[in-house]
């Protein structure tokens, strides 16, 4: 880089002081659980006091899809001697 064209670190740290990632703002839902602004409650499944999200299916189809998982894998001997003590 020609010597003219280079930029000295506090410059390069001044032009970076704005891009630092700030912390996730959380808010109360209405059931009392903490969740992030503008986005459905993980707990309840609300937004807007509606609800948007059937939590209790959803926790089913994880389920079922964990023991799907689980099934298609292979037990590996440490796994097998765990169980067995």
Known sequence: MVVRM????SKTGKRRSHHAISGVRLS???CGALRQSH????ECGKYN???VIDVVA???REARRAKRHSADRPVTEK???AAAT
Not at 39 to 42: K, N, Q, S
């Open 6 to 9: 280079r930029v000295n670190r």
């Open 28 to 30: 109360t839902c209405s």
């Open 39 to 42: 986005r459905a409650c993980p």
């Open 49 to 51: 006091d509606k609800v």
């Open 58 to 60: 959803r926790a089913n």
């Open 79 to 81: 796994e097998s001697e």
